[in-house]
């Protein structure tokens, strides 16, 4: 049998197939203005990949943004239980996940199962967020994901003291009229997003082991920033990449949801 997730964020979109517990296929694409088209584009791509139809699919979750509203999907799941799911399959020593988002950031906690124990979320500033990397990015004139490279090269972290991602780019660009170097200023936003990132740890805490999710996970400087910050290492996910965990998570829930169904079925004709 083969069971799908979809998870739709504020920034990208993703699919993911999977059969006998093992990823069949997984496709990305980034967000269109109404969740219900993106689920729909990004699960007909990895249906293409596959040479599949819906039919052939025995269960869909889905999850993330609008995803009570996605019609090919029998149930929904909160993409932070997702992300733990996702997380554990992927390395099953991980308890403790930090998810960067596009819009949000969460401290997820889970058990030696990857059910969900405990959460923190942060989505009252873009700070702390994969939006926050976008506009410095922006204001380089290079793409959010040639950041972290950029970063990697700093010598000297530039303080970003402004909590307003606005204002930041507006400080950033003061810095570089200053004639400080992109490099040096990047492994400041990198420091400085890992700091906010860490008051979460604080409140809530750390288990072992910690991983991080989500696109902002590809960004080396950043996750080095949060290991120095949290003094933790962040463990690697394998060859899983980090921003398809959530839909991960989404597909194994499908697998979980149908068995219980058919076992739910099979008592049913027992007592009939």
């Known amino acids: 049998m083969i069971f799908a997730g979809v998870d739709v964020g504020s920034l990208s979109a993703e699919a993911v197939l999977v059969k006998d517990n093992e990823i069949l296929a997984h496709s990305m694409i980034t967000v269109k203005p109404n969740p219900v088209t993106s689920a729909t584009l990004v699960m007909d791509e990895v249906l293409k990949q596959t040479g599949l139809n819906m039919e052939d699919i025995s269960c869909c979750v889905s999850t993330g943004y609008g995803r009570e509203r996605i019609p090919f999907a029998q149930y929904d799941v909160s993409e932070i239980s997702c992300h733990g799911k996702g997380a554990h399959w992927a390395n099953n ?44 990015a922006k204001t380089f004139g290079i793409h ?103 839909a991960l998570g989404a597909a194994l829930y499908a697998g979980e949801m149908h068995l219980k169904q058919l076992q739910k079925e099979a008592k049913l004709e027992e007592i009939m």
Not at 100 to 118: A, M, T
Not at 209 to 228: D, F, H, Q, R
């Open 93 to 136: 020593e991980v308890r403790s996940i930090i998810d960067v988002g596009g819009q949000d950031s969460k401290l997820i906690l889970i058990d030696e199962n990857g059910d969900l124990d405990d959460f923190m979320m942060n989505d009252k500033c873009a700070a702390g967020t994969g939006r926050f990397l976008e506009g410095i």
């Open 144 to 246: 959010v994901s040639e950041l972290g490279d950029l970063a990697l090269k700093g010598q000297e972290a530039i303080p970003i003291s402004s909590i307003c991602t606005v204002y930041t780019q507006f400080d950033v660009m003061g810095l570089l009229a200053d004639g400080r170097t992109k490099e040096d200023i990047a492994l400041g936003v990198s420091e400085s997003l890992a700091t906010r990132l860490n008051k979460m740890v604080v409140q809530l805490g750390l288990r072992d082991k910690l991983c991080c999710t989500g696109g902002v996970a590809k960004n080396k400087s950043v996750v080095e920033c949060i290991e120095k910050v949290t003094k933790k290492e962040v463990v690697s996910l394998g060859d899983t990449d980090p921003q398809i965990i959530g």
